[in-house]
């Protein structure tokens, strides 16, 4: 984009070594370097805040570096806020959902990708079509459903409808579809029923899909707020995601507690993401080749 | 295997999908009718669950968008009252504009990642997962917790941003209460959430591109920039469209971040508020549900008129190779 | 596979339940610790209770919004949970005051609200009207005087002739000033007999720009100060008769034109400023010195003097200053019982204990707000320094006026934030703020 004269050079000497290359990335080393530091700034400055005194935080100019350094935030999140029940919740919700989409979607997925059954089409095109519809046109209704099983302000209430995923069974097709048919074959020669097929056969094969799954499943549920919003009533019940939101309005002002909440809150997804950042990027990778 | 995006979003739904082959005709009936049987058991937990709580309850929606609301439960039909309420309510104009303006900052975020990951995608460069791994952070972020950060940032009196603005003698303004400012302010944060997720998508992209057609391009004396444009951008394009198609839905559903960033007594209220915003206002936190589903039907027109022009114009300039 | 799937369901449910009992056993272990406290007048509301509910275990739910009353609302019904064994009382702390009515309705509406709640008076006829509400006549038949209650809140929770409420506590409004900072300009202290030219000349004494100090906080917030102050200028937001709205007045345009007159002539900081740094209205500037006077309610004052400046000894209360004539809006809260309560016994028991001399005295020593329960103010005002000057709040009652409500308020107090802050953010005069607020208020009214 920026400096044509050397690219007209390398198209003149297309193997003219590194050292030409190099010197030419340095503009997007730096464009890189800037735009990095933009991007991790807010997640830096939150943790800092988070060591700083109230006063310190509400300074200007800014204080970019405590004078004590204090944890006391944090200590006073967890004797403010019931911060571990809330974390245990947005587990519960995380797990089920997870759990959920993995054995419904892969099931739904396979059918959609390798069996013959009648209304097949008919009943895919049902699903893609939930794909379109934004989520606010479900969430009145979905949630008298909950209301009508007494499931309000419970952590099954928010995870309930989670459970199934229109997209999620649409990326299972997508991978079950992209897999070869020959072990399939082998196995049904070999007088293997469906479900050892599926089970067996096919369900290990598609471990990428089922982990990319996951992934997406997981970064949703965690950082999901609307939903929790609206099943969950009292701090003791709410998922972190869903206190958070609504703890704005109170402590509003004592800046260092809200960022180390968001820190306890955020560090969960953090972690996971260090941990498996190949699998992360990988399924999202996928999503955009095959979903 | 980026031929295969479009296959996906596209082609699998129009075409239905390949007939599974391979197995000699004229198979016995009993093994199709327990084939069928299996496929609709699998399907089953799944076509339950969507049923009960997605496909119905876009048709209650629609039923409960022509009723009125008690305080306490109970409704009663009450034909196009909500509509023509829809028509005639100002926030509602606003909302419309907001959504839209904030979705088109989204998509100018577009480009930006294209040209990103076009940059990280580059050979020889160093430390391209590190790069990767700092611009992907914030996709994982909670935007619950995120918000509370950013409100710091651009608070007019003490934020970081008004402190290196005065540094450059700017007196920066209150970004988040000026009418001017707020939504734009709001949008910079949608575009920095979204930005390592999109780059992600265009990186695969870029990857599936042979490079011999770049070699080739530069032996016939291609500039980088007339690489760029093309062939980097025509074989992206169903990326480009995927992409698209993503951040018009996501940007029309915006809700968290306005909720987070400004309140009712806001004074640039009118300027922010977005149609989910309101389906939320109206919906549940005025219990007005009647009105709300009106919004919900609302948002799925405009959804599916947009949807629907990106369909239509992508032959025009989606690539499918 | 559906058999896994709903085994790790089961086995996600009894981990789920083991921390719940887990914190069961916890909250009874707080109960042993404070229920040597248990007083003689307990004991009686005990023997009570425990006659109407019966011997039988019941756990019965209290909704509260306000996190500073806490400590107090859960020592009192740990008190009343030691004086009657058989009842346990969750407290359920909601998490922001305007959530807690929008979760209060949502539940209503599925017939799950709490079995006892905090009513307050801009919701309480919507809730009695739509027979959301127990009434409790029997209650005061039986354990409670109304007499000993101000009969202004007794009233507000009147409906139809039949009590709905118990009343909890009750808020007036005073000036909250920084004493140091008025030492500082060479500015006399408010005194009972200031007018509002005394406050808008303090003000500017005491604004500041090379400090960034203001005079005033010019805050936005319905109770706390405007209402106030345009009953100061002899206007009213509702009619007597509860048909009209008093916005398009000249005395209420009046008494909001009193405010922005502050953020004109840069002795308040301007609205964009207040939203940013204190968006609550909980005092900051006043409690970090960056502001000279404030209008609070009772319920800020313990918070207010928790601040620096509150720590440093600076901060003192004073009488609201007079317009045309003195006046302050009261408002208190009430304990109700919900109509479909599975345990109304148990609910009635435990709202006539919130009732209690008891129940007061635990509210009263803890400093958070002023108890309904007439005799024990004057603990809640010996419970604060006697240099601050709490017994304000109480010289308050005889000017003291009804909080404005009707059959729905909040349909158009919730428009009010919107509207209203037109004005003080100066986009709007506060003659045409208010006339697009009356306009939307009678619109509201008629609609009841």
Known sequence: MSDTRSRGARGARPRSGTVHIKQHNGPAYAILILGSAVMVFPLVWQVIVSLESTEESRSFPPVFWPAHPSLAAYTAVFEQLPIARQLLTSTLITVARTAGQLVFCSLAGYAFARLRFPGRNLMFGLFLSVLM??????????????????????????????????????????????????????ARLDGAGTIRTFAQIMLPLARPGLVALTILTVLWSWNDMLWPLIVTTGQSKMPISASLATLQGEHMTNYPLMMAGAVIAMLPMIVLFMVLQRQFIAGIAFQGTKG | MTALTAAGLAGARVKGQPEPGGRPVGRRRATRFIESGWGWAFILPTAIGLGVFYIVPAFTTIWFSFSSWGAFGGHEFTGLDNYRHLVTDPDIGYALVNTLLYTLMLLCGIPLAIYLAALINREKLKGKGVFRTLYFLPVVTMPAAIAMVWRLIYNGQFGVLNYALSLVGIQGPFWLQDPRWALLSIGVIGVWSSLGYNMILFSAGLQAIPKELYEVAMIDGATRGQQFRHLTVPLLSPTIFFVTILTIINGFQVFDLIFLMAGRSNPAIDRVQTLVWLFYQDGFYSHNMGYGSVIAVLIFLLTAVFTAIQFSVQRKWVNYV | MFRTSRRWFRSATALALAGLSLSAITACSGDTGSSGTTTAAESSAAAEATSAAAAEAVTISYWIWDKNQQPAIQQIADDFHAANPSITVTVELASAYRDYWTKLQTAATSGTAPDVFWMNGPNFQLYASNGQLEPLDDVFASSLS?????????????????????????????????????????????????????????????????????????GFYSQEDYYDTIYQAGGYVISADGKSSGYDQPEAIAGIQYWIDFIKDGSSPDYATMNDVDPDQSGVMLGNGTAAMEYIASYSAAAILDTPEGQAGHIKFARLPAGVQEASIIHGLGNVVYAQSAHKDAAKAFVAYLGSKAAADVQAETSTVIPAFNGTQDTWVASFPAEVNAQVFIDELPVTVPYPVSANTSAWANQESEILSKAWSLEQTPEEACAAMAKAMNEALAAE
């Open chain 1, 133 to 186: 519809v934004p989520g606010a046109c479900f969430l009145i209704p979905q949630y008298q459903i909950i209301q009508s099983l007494h499931l309000v302000d419970t952590w099954q209430g928010v995870a309930l409808p989670g459970l199934f995923s229109a997209f999620g069974t649409f990326l299972m097709r997508q991978f079950f579809a992209g897999l070869p048919r020959e072990l399939e074959e082998a």
């Open chain 3, 146 to 218: 109304s007499s000993d209650y101000p009969q202004s809140l007794i009233d507000l929770y009147t409906y139809d002739g039949h009590q709905y409420g118990v009343p909890k506590d009750f808020d007036t409004v005073v000036l909250a000033y920084n004493s140091q900072l008025f030492a500082d300009a060479g500015v006399a202290a408010p005194t009972d007999t200031w007018t509002w030219d005394d406050v808008h000349a303090a003000a500017q004494a005491l604004t500041d720009p090379s400090k960034g100090i203001y005079g005033m906080f010019a």
